[in-house]
């Protein structure tokens, strides 16, 4: 298997989805520039991303929202119904508020933009392989307002000071053992606070636990 020379880590394998040509191949030199990132399937629609998906079995799935046939957003919509799914990101554009917002509520963990510098590009990749989040703050100014409609607000009282530090970790986009590894506790520890934060929070994933975070100003 080949290493990321840099980082002395295997490659985050990824699958890539978009009924463009161009930008799938623009998209796949990006990623595999500096040798951290390697693209083992691509697609054009949504039933080649899953069908990719199965061949490929990758760390990371990257899919355009809008596709002929099956579009991206009803493919993550299978893919993450499946208890062994590889964290996912869709790739949108500014127009394109109403499948991001969708997205979220299905449990996608990143939301990113296809102008997006390639070298955060590259980290975002592998902060979802790690089971963190990726938001991108231009995604997050426009749909905050939208998304907070239904959110309790101020946050709900009665947080513990350890809750409130995860939840500071999930609105910084943190997995699990990132923020384990800044608080001195066991990863498993840190799962139980989360599950504790989604339930106090009525938050549907820890997507939507990063965004209301952001929201209150617990950064």
């Keep these: 298997m ?3 020379g840099a980082q002395g880590r295997a ?81 949108t554009t500014f127009d394109h508020d109403d499948y991001v917002a969708e997205a979220l509520r299905i449990g996608v963990q990143g939301f990113l933009l296809k102008d997006t510098d390639p070298d955060a590009l590259i980290r975002a990749v592998r902060d979802l392989a790690a089971g963190g989040a990726v938001l991108d703050p231009r995604i997050t100014v426009r749909l905050l307002p939208r998304l907070a409609a239904g ?41 139980k606070y989360v599950s504790a934060l989604l339930t106090k929070l009525g938050a549907e994933n820890r997507v939507q636990a990063a965004l209301m975070a952001q929201n209150w100003g617990i950064t």
């Design 2 to 4: 080949a290493v990321d």
């Design 11 to 91: 490659p985050v394998r990824v699958v890539l989805a978009d009924d463009e040509p161009l930008m799938l191949a623009g998209l796949r030199t990006v990623l595999e520039a500096g040798g951290a990132v390697r693209v083992v399937g691509q697609a054009g629609d949504g039933a080649e991303l899953l069908a990719a998906v199965d061949a490929h079995r990758p760390d990371v799935v990257l899919a355009d929202v809008q596709m002929p046939g099956t579009d991206g957003l009803s493919a993550l919509r299978v893919l993450r119904a499946r208890p062994d799914a590889p964290p996912a990101a869709i790739l």
């Design 151 to 191: 959110w309790p607000s101020p946050p709900p009282a009665g947080l513990t000071l350890r809750e409130q530090q995860v939840l500071r970790g999930l609105a910084a986009g943190e997995s699990n053992a990132a923020i384990a590894s800044r608080l001195g506790l066991a990863e498993a520890t840190v799962k």
